[in-house]
């Protein structure tokens, strides 16, 4: 037989406990032994569920407790989580986690814990919900040196953007009708200011590239202030707008990274991935382009994910998954050193200067038909350096000035 345990009983933690005492028998068959859950580690108390007589309060005993093989993490943050999972790996407990906070700030220090202590640290369900994507980078896309990988990261970002694409909403009714149908928290902060996309990006692109990227690191903005003339301006260029994480590697070995509203062009694939739905593209030297799909969190979906790592540590019980990297290292992520195109936005009354400034780097700059009271102008640069950019941006008289990356 063997136990696990579950730490937090929220919408992911309910999912599991549903999942793993619904599907018992066929997890099970599954690693050829018995497998249950045996304790739910939650200070509230949740009477008339199958499995209400698992409950407990006090972490120590899982902790202590020799028969638990396998515990899972899903209350989310760092502490005590941290703690919680530190103390269970240096006990030689096997840890799954849906915690991408977690993962992408204190991912180097366990997966070393584990590896001291012969256990594993899983956390497939930390990037894109039920998406198979941690497993594919580590086994099956290992025979590939990684260039690049980027996508659509937050479901609830998503949902906002393809509403005021396709609905004309403004940024503030899309929020509260995501909020509304359960897609948004009521503290949106995470999701709209980009810094669950930049944790994501950041554990893919630790896998991808060796060497842990932590947040703090990451240059990231989040779509607050994307407009509908925004939405207008990309549409008129042949373009919509998404919150992009990105992470490549550069010439010089080197790992440019960040998170951003970005232009991408109706004819890629991601252009047209809508509602809460994710997408992560990953660039390999011999693969060269694939794409992973689906939907990027929930109940459920979520759950799955976690219990699929659940399964895979019971399969290895004494046995390493072999999943690891190295620390940080100063001076390892820089800007991409490729010049790219750029969405500018800016507001002058002097059409003529601003025409002059641009003429150099821009395809063609006109006077905008969206907002003819505004006296603005948007325009598509051409590949261009980022120094160049700011330097012409720097010169400027202007009102207001946007830019977003375009992909």
Not at 66 to 88: N, Q, R, W, Y
Request: net charge negative; with cysteine; charged share 25%.
């Amino acid at each position: 037989m063997i136990y696990t345990a579950l730490i937090g009983h929220g919408v992911v933690g309910s999912g599991v406990a549903e999942i793993m005492t619904k599907q018992e028998k066929k997890l099970s068959e599954s690693i050829k032994e018995d497998i249950k859950l045996k304790y739910i580690l939650d200070l509230r108390k949740f009477e008339g569920l199958p499995y209400s007589d698992k409950f407990i309060n006090d972490f120590n005993i899982i902790l202590n407790d020799d028969s638990v093989k396998v515990v899972v993490e899903v209350i989310g943050g760092l502490h005590p989580a941290f703690d919680f999972v530190k103390a269970c790996l240096q006990k030689g407990k096997s840890v799954v986690t849906s915690n991408k906070e977690l993962v992408a700030e204190k991912g180097y220090e366990l997966i070393k814990t584990a590896n001291e202590n012969n256990a594993n640290f899983l956390f497939e369900a930390s990037v894109g919900g039920t998406i198979p994507i941690i497993r594919p980078l580590t086994q099956c896309l290992v025979a590939n040196d990684i260039k690049e990988i980027y996508g659509i990261l937050n479901g609830t970002t998503n949902y906002i953007l393809n509403k005021m694409i396709v609905d004309s909403m403004d940024f503030d009714t899309a929020l509260k009708l995501a909020q509304n149908n359960g897609y948004a928290e009521k503290n949106p902060a995470s999701d709209i200011e980009g810094l669950d996309a930049c944790r994501k990006i950041c554990i893919l692109a630790t896998l991808a590239f060796g060497k842990h990227i932590y947040p703090k690191d990451v240059s990231c903005e989040g779509i607050t202030n994307v407009t509908l003339d925004d939405v207008a301006y990309a549409n008129n260029f042949g373009y919509v707008i998404k919150l992009i994480g990105k992470a490549a590697k550069e010439e010089n070995g080197k790992i440019s990274i960040g998170v951003a509203p970005t232009l991408v062009s109706k004819d890629e694939i991601i252009s047209n991935v809508n509602g809460v739905y994710n997408a992560i593209m990953v660039k390999g030297d011999s693969c060269d382009d694939v794409m992973f799909y689906g939907r990027g969190a929930g109940k459920l979906p979520t759950a799955s994910a976690v219990v699929a790592d659940v399964v895979d540590c019971a399969k290895h019980l004494g046995a390493r998954k072999y999943i690891s990297w190295e620390d940080s290292e100063e001076g390892f992520i820089t800007e991409p050193l490729n010049s790219i195109s750029y969405y500018v936005l800016c507001q002058n009354n002097d059409f003529s200067s601003l025409k002059n400034s641009f003429k150099d780097i821009a395809e063609n700059v006109v006077k905008s038909n969206i907002n003819e009271d505004k006296n603005e102008i948007a325009f598509i640069t051409k590949p261009v350096s980022k120094d160049l950019l700011n330097n012409i941006l720097n010169s400027i008289k202007s009102n207001s000035t946007k830019t977003y990356k375009i992909i």
